[in-house]
Nanobody, 124 residues
Framework: QVQLVESGGGLVQAGGSLRLSCAAS????????MGWFRRAPGKEREFVAT????????YYTDSVKGRFTISRDNAKNTVYLQMNSLKPEDTAVYYC?????????????????WGQGTQVTVSS
């Protein structure tokens, strides 16, 4: 089992920044690819970003490329999502998730463990 706890959400004005953190406990953190997903009001949960086990490889959905950065610190068992130039359409509950897949995966089904989510609200 891997337990994931997100933090860092909040209310921010458009153009602002937030940094989300996800602390992991349980099994060896570096054994897992990590991802961030989000669910906007009235919409399905969608992929945002993923990072490889060692942190070398990253992949983003098109709508956040150039604005969001995923990173991880395996010594601290933590994955981060730095979000800059935030837009009202980024408003959502953000979830971190862990996958045993080695290759980049964007589908929800490929992630085994999930956090409870943290709310991000971007005002216009």
């Amino acid at each position: 089992q891997v337990q994931l706890v997100e933090s860092g959400g909040g209310l921010v004005q458009a153009g602002g920044s937030l940094r989300l953190s996800c602390a992991a406990s349980g099994r060896t953190f570096s054994d897992y690819r990590m991802g961030w997903f989000r669910r906007a009001p009235g919409k399905e949960r969608e992929f945002v970003a993923t990072i490889s086990r060692g942190g070398v490889s990253t992949y983003y959905t098109d709508s956040v490329k150039g604005r969001f950065t995923i990173s991880r610190d395996n010594a601290k068992n933590t994955v981060y999502l730095q979000m800059n130039s935030l837009k009202p359409e980024d408003t959502a509950v953000y979830y971190c998730a862990a996958s045993s897949q080695r290759t980049p995966v964007v589908s929800i089904e490929r992630y085994t463990y999930w956090g409870q989510g943290t709310q991000v609200t971007v005002s216009s």
